[in-house]
């Protein structure tokens, strides 16, 4: 990955275009330890893949785009979902459709470390099902996790039962609540007891946002389809010359003013 990283940078800068194109390294998941050392590793973070621990869900996110985005780091929660509308504004687009994301443009280019437009984010399982709800709420630096269960993405004899497929759904009630500030890794539950008022803000707050959703079957669930871009042809060689995509992709120009 390093390697096919740094041959796509190598080749933006012989074109001349490194200092006008913004440079997005993300990931989709936390490492899939049941590959082992090929599969990464989650550091300080418990579990990985296929879990609603940090582990499973934390991921580096590197921005670079010469001249607009200056050196500095930020601990602010930022989701997949945010990187559209963030991108829109950053080229002064107006969308007209509704986007479910936050716009971080003035955090990432004024380096705004106290602005923060989102404070919450629902984690939910592979398997999601509208009468359990989310496994786990995120609430400004507060983690509640309603349900845990392992996953054999997690897996790879983890010495950690809570990773492991042995893990089966357990609901917790009350929630387990983490101060992520404090304990990142997800082992010391502060004392329900004592947080009852907190609990409560986060189940407002998770239930105030699960009014809001709408439910849809998954894309991964449907079947594959030639027409599908960039490539959807199982078994393809010689890539991208074998694909038998219908449609052609857009060129996309976009100059920054």
């Known amino acids: 990955m390093d390697d096919a990283v740094g041959q796509i940078l190598d080749s933006l800068k012989e074109l001349g275009l490194r200092s006008k194109t913004l440079i997005l390294f993300t990931s989709d998941n936390g490492p899939s330890l049941q590959r082992q050392e090929r599969g990464g590793c989650a550091g300080l973070f418990r579990c990985g893949k296929g879990t609603t621990y940090e582990g499973g ?8 785009w010469g001249g607009f985005v200056h050196p500095w780091t930020s601990h602010t929660l930022i989701t997949s979902l945010d990187i559209y509308p963030t991108l829109m504004s950053m080229i002064s687009y107006q969308s007209k459709n509704s986007t479910d994301g936050f716009d971080f443009s003035h955090h990432i280019l004024k380096r705004d470390a106290k602005f923060n437009p989102r404070e919450s984010f629902l984690y939910f399982p592979g398997h999601v099902d509208q009468t359990i709800g989310p496994y786990a709420v995120r609430y400004k630096n507060y983690k509640a996790h309603f349900y845990t269960e392992g996953n054999e993405l997690s897996d790879g004899n983890n010495y950690d039962f809570a990773c492991t497929t042995k893990a089966n759904r357990t609901l917790h009630n009350p929630p387990l609540l983490f101060d992520l500030n404090l304990d ?3 082992r010391y539950p502060l004392d329900p007891n004592k947080n009852r008022d907190l609990l409560l803000e986060i189940q407002y707050v998770t239930m105030n946002i699960m009014k809001t959703m ?3 079957d998954g894309e991964m669930k449907k079947p594959n389809s030639n027409s599908a871009q960039p490539c959807a042809q ?3 060689r010689d890539f991208p010359s074998c694909c038998s995509t219908k449609t052609k992709l857009p060129l996309i120009s976009i100059i920054h003013k």
């Open 57 to 64: 869900v934390r991921v580096p996110f590197f921005m670079h």
């Open 214 to 216: 709408t439910w849809a």
């Open 184 to 186: 990142p890794g997800e």
């Open 234 to 236: 199982k078994g393809c």
